[in-house]
């Protein structure tokens, strides 16, 4: 899915930031030009791109490559796909860091892909270098191999649509809406626990935690002891006490650091912006 617009050192990121990127920005008529000014604008430790003329020189080089890839594999390339992508640099991202960012900033529907096929939501599909046999919009989810299935990642369950799917020996569970979970026994989605209801897991819960007695609870706060190391935001288990997680510059033993900040060889370091991982060229899938 990287291939689909830029490579990022950090491949959790992104999945979520280049994959997922679909507003178009306003802040000028060409989105390429808008996004390498404004990655070149971001304060990066170690830049990718000294330049703006660099930076378009590399998008060029990474569209030619997806554009061939697509013909190669009878695939469709969308450049206006592509610049949406870019847009959503500009209008969303900015030079925010990855803790200033909810997650509607970082997935936005209607989703396009720019290299992709026709084949439906459901159907066996094929990832290739730079995309898969999808139609726009949806993404080949696959867990080993290249083979996978077409996937919505902007259609999630209503309460009381089923969320598991089975289909000979593969079992899918599937996304419900927000506010919601996929419950094993009814198969459907059904709304969040409050604190007090019997859980198995953290998504069960209004809260987000599940307790070690399997129900849901608040998380603790600071001066409380730690269950199952599970402490409110800003805060991290040490000692089996919840305590202020440390700053930059501070040690981490817990490998937790303050909102801002990263665990990086057992010390806090502040984070970069996001779009500081950016790289178009030396893609990989």
Not at 182 to 208: I, K, M, P, Y
Not at 210 to 216: E, H, K, Y
Request: net charge negative; with cysteine.
């Amino acid at each position: 899915m990287l291939r689909q617009t830029a490579m990022l050192k950090n491949p959790a990121i992104g999945v979520l930031l280049l994959s997922t990127l679909v507003l178009v920005a306003c802040k000028g008529a060409d989105p390429k030009q808008d996004a390498c000014e404004q990655i070149v604008e971001c304060a990066c430790s170690m830049p990718n791109y000294a330049s703006v003329e660099e930076c378009r020189a590399s998008i060029d080089s990474a569209i030619s490559d997806a554009r061939m890839s697509a013909e190669i594999e009878g695939l469709q390339f969308d450049e206006g796909c592509y610049d949406e992508l870019l847009g959503r640099v500009v209008s969303d991202v900015e030079c925010r860091r990855l803790s200033e960012l909810n997650l509607s900033q970082l997935i936005g529907c209607p989703f396009c892909t720019p290299v992709h096929g026709d084949k439906a939501a459901g159907t066996i599909c094929t990832v290739f270098e730079y995309g898969s046999d999808c139609a726009s919009g949806l993404v080949c989810v696959a867990n080993n191999g290249a083979t996978g299935e077409c996937v919505s990642v902007c259609e999630f369950h209503a309460a009381g649509e089923i969320c598991i799917v089975e289909n000979g020996d593969d079992v899918t569970v599937e996304g419900c809406a927000e506010g919601l979970r996929c419950d094993t026994t009814t198969r459907t989605c059904v709304a969040l626990l409050a604190n007090g209801g019997l859980c198995t897991a953290d998504g069960d819960c209004e809260s987000g935690y599940c307790d070690s007695s399997g129900a849901c609870t608040p998380p603790r706060g600071q001066g409380q002891e730690c269950d199952l190391g599970r402490c409110d935001a800003g805060l991290v288990c040490e000692g089996n006490t919840c305590v202020v997680a440390p700053a930059a510059g501070q040690a981490c033993p817990a490998f937790v650091c303050a909102t801002g900040s990263l665990c990086e060889d057992g010390t806090c370091v502040l984070e970069e912006p996001l779009v500081c991982d950016v790289e178009f060229e030396n893609m990989t899938p």
